[in-house]
Every structure is written in structure tokens, then in C-alpha cells.
């Protein structure tokens, strides 16, 4: 048994939370007041903000006249700034602004095309702005999205020859690898009704005991939606097809596992917890009920929450935030000063877990001192280039008798040490990014 452990979450924590908000039907002035309130410790309209680190995503495109429209880095598909992308920037380099939902919000599939993608992308690269994690948007009508299970085309290449007035090309897909992504969400077929990820669990958490479906003609339906998937991937290992039209049952309940593209090229896909019917702000309260996050600190286990948080399904109220939800988020920030639940931003949080199940790394033992070392290179597939700022949050518990000494490419890293209370054991940690609202 190994003196020196990597613990699953950043000391103290025990479970960790994202909640990946859709930017859909979020104006920019209602996207303000809710992330002041979330961001900062300013007076906000909702009382005093409880700074807690959680981002959102944006559009470089938008259509003002679609009915779930919200804002955008560009004015218009010329490439003109918009009087907000300033800020904008400046809410990507602070992590809160951190999923690419796409490129844009368009109606029509010959709205977009390789050339959007090529000015966005190469818009973020002058100002020196990196994103790591993308998430599809829309149906049928968006081409940009990408994934074998997504019905549009921004992974599947087109030979300049069959290129015509009718063929326009809508591959990207090298554009978003070369610019950096490493994550990518696909559709509502990846989420999951399991309560926390990376974890073990029964067949039933993820229908009849999930806590997401009360009742019992829903608990029914999704029960025999999952007989379905169960008979499916057997019959999967002999013929090596699907006969159900979703996506197959995930009986390792990973949070990301690598897929295979049209193109070849392999990304990281994670999944969301949620429902395609309860993505609205109000359901928050129901995604994060009571009996959710009880199961989630006692499972141990990440949750990546699916919601569009700017957008009501009751949009005769006119608040930005309703005070369910508000209550909702005080609870949530008490968990999180209790070192109980960890919440990060979507991308801080996609990063760790992978680090921390891929990180290549070992020990030596002197007389005085323990040393870690920490190899840049990573234990699975990947074009991931490990960097400090990949480390934060990593936590080694070692016992309390020595010196810790934390090592990266040969260089000393800087860390905490916390004692564990009772134990002769002490944690190692390399610090937590920080979340600041610059405006």
C-alpha cells in the first residue's frame, strides 16, 4: 500500500459541482445581474453576491430577431465587434466565460459555414483567449455541431471538388483541435439521471431510484427506456450494433470518455446531469433538490448539471433570478464553505478530473522529506500538454512525519500543507484557481 495518496477531489472536498449553463435566451443585462450576484461580493439585485466560481458559456454570433436569442462577441457575421466584446474578453481570461456553445445561434443550416468559424476562432487567437470545452447547440438546423450522435456536419469532411453554390462546407472540427478544445458535450442524449459520476452504482439509481423523475408513470417510462438499454448492449457484444435510437447505456458511469469523430480525430466527450424537459432556471431547484445532493456528498462523485440559467419557462417574470433559485444557490454556497462540496467552472473542473485520472506521477523517500514528482506527460490518449495552471486543486495526502516536497518537470511547485485532524497524515494541495468579477 502506497504512503502517498492522490486524493479524488481538492482538499477538503468530498464531491465536486459544475453547473454548465446553456447561454440560450440569456440577454446581456439579466446575464450581469445574475453573475454579479454568483461571481462577486457586491450588492447585486438579489442581496449580496456569494462568490462562488461558476461560469457560463457564450455565442460569437447571435441573431436578435430568433426567440432564443441572448448576446454575442460579434455584431454581425462580418467580423465587427459588438460594444460589449471588450468585456467579454475580459470575462474569458477570468474563467466565466469559459464553453464555446457552439460558434452561434443560427436558425437556418446554411447560416454557417468553415469561414464563421475560421474568423471566430481566429478572433479569440489574436486577443491570446483559449477555450477548452464546447457544447453543441440546436437540432437539425445547426450544422456547426459536431459528434457521431449529432445530426450536424462540423466534423465531417467535404473535398473542395464536391464544394457548390448548394454544398457549402460546414467542416471545422481541425479548426477547434488546432485552437485547443478538449471537451465537447454533443446532445441531450448525453445526460444522465445518475447522481454523481466517476463512482460505482446499481441499475436502478439511473431510473426508477433517481431523483429526478417523481411519480410513478415517469418512473415507469424511464425504467423501461433502461430494460431497453440493458438488452441493448448485450445485444451490441454480438452483433456489434444498436437497435435503440439513443445513445448506448454507460454502465461505467464515466464523466468523459474518448470518442472517435466522423473525422478521425478524438475528443474527450463528458456528460451532464439533467433531462431535456427540466433545463429551465426554475428547475434548478428540482436538478439540486434536496435527496441530489445528499446523494451526491455521500457517492462521492462529480456532477456536470445541464440548465439553460438565464432563460425562465415562465417568462411573465420579469427577475432575472427567481427566489427559489436564489435560496437554492445560498444553500449551495454553504456547502461550499463547509468543505463539503467542491463547485468549480465547467472547464476548471473537466480539467481536474482528467488530470487526475491520467496524471503520471511517483514518489521518493528520504530521510527528511517526501517527494513527489510529477511527469508531464499523462497516462491515457491525448494531445493534452500538461501546464501548471492544469495542477490546481491536486491533493496528496502523505504521512505526518516528514516534509512534503511537490516537484513539476523538475521544478519545485509551490502548495499547502493542511494537517488532517486525528491523523498522523497531512495534505499536500497546489492551490485553487480563483474566480474574480472584473466589472
Known amino acids: ?109 446554411n447560416d454557417f459555414s468553415r469561414a464563421l468559424a475560421d474568423q471566430a476562432l481566429n478572433e479569440l487567437e489574436k486577443h491570446r483567449l483559449k477555450i477548452k470545452v464546447w457544447t453543441n447547440h440546436g437540432g437539425v438546423e445547426s450544422a456547426q455541431n459536431i459528434g457521431q450522435y449529432s445530426a450536424g456536419k462540423g466534423d465531417i469532411k467535404i473535398k473542395k471538388s464536391e464544394l457548390t453554390k448548394e454544398k457549402t462546407d460546414f467542416y471545422h472540427l481541425d479548426l477547434l483541435m488546432k485552437h485547443g478544445i478538449q471537451f465537447f458535450w454533443d446532445s441531450e442524449a448525453s445526460l444522465t439521471s445518475i447522481v454523481g459520476q466517476d463512482r460505482k452504482f446499481h441499475f436502478g439509481e439511473a431510473y426508477w431510484n433517481s431523483p429526478l423523475f417523481t411519480g410513478f408513470k415517469p418512473k415507469i417510462k424511464i425504467t423501461a427506456k433502461g430494460i431497453l438499454s440493458f438488452v441493448d448492449k448485450n445485444y451490441f457484444n454480438f452483433f456489434k450494433h444498436h437497435f435503440t435510437p439513443w445513445q448506448p447505456y454507460n454502465s461505467n458511469n464515466e464523466l468523459m470518455k474518448t470518442e472517435t469523430l466522423r473525422d478521425g480525430n478524438n475528443l474527450k466527450k463528458f456528460i451532464r446531469f439533467g433531462n431535456g424537459r427540466f433545463d429551465w432556471q426554475e428547475h434548478l431547484t428540482l436538478l439540486l433538490n434536496n435527496r441530489v445532493l445528499e446523494r451526491l456528498l455521500e457517492k462521492k462523485g462529480y456532477l456536470v448539471v445541464y440548465i439553460h440559467l438565464g432563460d425562465k419557462l415562465n417568462k411573465a417574470d420579469p427577475g432575472a433570478l427567481s427566489l427559489p433559485v436564489i435560496d437554492k444557490f445560498h444553500q449551495l454556497k454553504d456547502l461550499y464553505l463547509s468543505g463539503d462540496l467542491w463547485i468549480e467552472t465547467t472547464s476548471r473542473l473537466l480539467t481536474y478530473n482528467y488530470v487526475y485520472n491520467s496524471l503520471n506521477w511517483n514518489f521518493s523517500e528520504t530521510e527528511t522529506h517526501y517527494q513527489i514528482n510529477i511527469k508531464d506527460e499523462i497516462k491515457h490518449e491525448s494531445k493534452l500538454e500538461l501546464a501548471v495552471s492544469d495542477l490546481a486543486g491536486l491533493s496528496f495526502i502523505a504521512p505526518g512525519d516528514k516534509e512534503v516536497l511537490i516537484f513539476f518537470k523538475d521544478k519545485p511547485l509551490k502548495f499547502k500543507i493542511y494537517q488532517n485532524p486525528g491523523e498522523n497524515k497531512q495534505t499536500a494541495m497546489i492551490p485553487l484557481k480563483s474566480t474574480e468579477w472584473l466589472l
Not at 459541482?17 to 439585485?45: M, Q, R, V, Y
Not at 457564450?58 to 432564443?68: C, G, I, K, S, V
Request: proline residues 5%.
Open 1 to 109: 500500500m502506497s504512503k502517498i495518496k492522490l486524493k479524488k477531489f481538492p482538499h477538503p472536498y468530498n464531491a465536486g459541482l459544475a453547473i454548465c449553463s446553456d447561454i440560450d435566451g440569456t440577454s446581456w443585462d439579466n446575464f450581469l445581474k445574475i453573475h454579479t450576484f454568483l461571481n462577486s461580493e457586491k450588492e447585486s439585485d438579489f442581496g449580496r453576491g456569494l462568490s462562488l466560481p461558476i461560469s457560463s458559456s457564450f455565442w460569437m454570433y447571435d441573431q436578435p430577431n430568433l426567440r432564443d436569442a441572448a448576446f454575442s462577441y460579434f455584431k454581425d457575421k462580418n467580423g465587427i465587434e459588438s460594444k460589449i466584446a471588450p468585456v467579454m474578453r475580459e470575462l474569458i481570461r477570468a474563467g466565466i466565460l469559459d464553453v464555446m456553445h457552439g460558434y452561434g445561434n443560427f436558425a437556418d443550416v
